[in-house]
């Protein structure tokens, strides 16, 4: 099997954004870089840290170094994500969110 074609995304933070859009924009680079084989534009939506959690499917990945290690393999092959109707709920303070 060819490997995926990369699409180059810019990688370009946007200014300005209320928290849900920031959130919303998140989730779009998230979704884009996995979709366009572009990991820069993935990992610019990631915050790497060691409190980072992924749940895909039933199988929670706990931290960066193991959330990191399952984005080789999903690199590693072609995907589509479909993301619509996206609901933000945030805390009064904006910092915590779901």
Known sequence: ???????????????GLSGREAVT???DRCVLGMDSNNRPLFESACLKGEDMVVVAGSIP??????????????FAIVTTHT?????????????CGR
């Open 1 to 15: 099997m060819a490997s995926p074609t990369t699409i180059t995304a810019p990688v370009t933070f946007l200014t």
């Open 25 to 27: 924009d998140a989730l």
């Open 61 to 74: 990945l706990n931290g960066w170094a193991a959330i990191n290690t399952m984005m080789d393999r999903v």
């Open 83 to 95: 993301v619509s109707n996206i609901r933000v709920e945030l805390s009064r303070r904006g910092d």
